[in-house]
């Protein structure tokens, strides 16, 4: 049995629901229309620090990149020169590529599971990034799966290479259920666009398969891992999401 194997066990088995990325992806496509997760204010934000940050040609890996379409939005007008995308879903990487067409870098997709693929990336030793990103992925995963993942990231980032994270958090000390309760509150309240169908099926998939830390696990795995610096980019007025920012050792440090 593989690592992965193992890892997976970790997991409920009914507990990640990829209905809503595969059959429903245009009903993730209203989501993100209606900027109910925040991405136009994270990716405003995200395109702005990208072009603070990168005044050379960068290369990028994205896991979970669904279909990237505010991924290809905050890399417009960068120095982005390469792009990796890896995702479960094929449905969203079709629209991925097309997303990404416009843009002048290289761009490749992965259909797959990103643990085994980080896996792979490190056991070929032959790429690293300057920037990996995660957005609204890895809460899919269980800590142990997230633990791991964080634990190969830096193996695959260059000396002083960043990886951002954007995605849901519970309060320091929510339950995952009272972060559930709250969460849902304002999808029920806010997300006023959905049909009655629609919103079930975002609540089947959320209860099914969110499972949110808080930031300060976050900070402690990053620690765990070797990642020297860590920064918080954007958090919501909700305490539910935020953007962080951490940093790989520069070469003199490692
Ligand atoms: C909420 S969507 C986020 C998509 C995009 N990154 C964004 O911010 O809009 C989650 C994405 O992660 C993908 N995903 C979830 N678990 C995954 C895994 N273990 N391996 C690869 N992709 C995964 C899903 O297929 C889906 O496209």
């Not at 136009?40 to 603070?52: A, C, D, K, R, S």
């Not at 479960?88 to 079709?94: H, P, T, V």
Request: aromatic content about 12%; hydrophobic content about 35%; glycine content about 4%.
């Amino acid at each position: 049995m593989s690592v992965i194997d193992n890892l997976n066990k970790s997991r409920e088995p009914s507990s990640y629901s990829n209905e809503l990325f595969n059959e429903q992806w245009q009903l993730y496509q209203k989501i993100l229309l209606n900027s109910y997760m925040k991405h136009q204010e994270i990716y405003g934000i995200l395109h702005q620090w990208l072009v603070n940050n990168f005044q050379k040609p960068f290369s990028m890996l994205e896991l979970g990149c669904g279909d990237a379409s505010f991924t290809a939005q905050a890399l417009s007008n960068t120095t982005i020169a390469s792009y990796q995308g890896i995702d479960l879903s094929e449905a969203a990487l079709l629209i991925a590529q097309s997303n990404m067409e416009p843009l002048p870098c290289r761009a490749t997709f992965t259909q797959g599971e990103l643990l085994e693929y980080v896996v792979e990336l490190v056991q070929k030793q032959q790429e690293n990034f300057d920037l990996i990103l995660s957005s609204f992925a890895l809460h899919h995963l269980s800590f142990e799966q997230k633990d791991f993942v964080m634990g190969k990231l830096l193996h695959l980032l260059k000396n002083g290479g960043i990886f951002l994270l954007i995605d849901v958090f519970r309060s320091e000390n929510e339950k995952r259920e009272d972060y559930l309760k709250r969460y849902l509150e304002d999808v029920h309240k806010n997300w006023s666009q959905l049909t009655h169908q629609e919103y079930s099926l975002v609540e089947e998939h959320i209860r099914k398969s969110d499972f949110p830390e808080t930031q300060s696990i976050f900070y402690s795995l990053a620690t765990k891992h070797g990642f020297t610096r860590k920064e918080c980019l954007y958090h919501d007025t909700l305490d539910t999401t935020q953007m962080l920012c951490f940093y790989a050792p520069t070469c003199e440090m490692r």
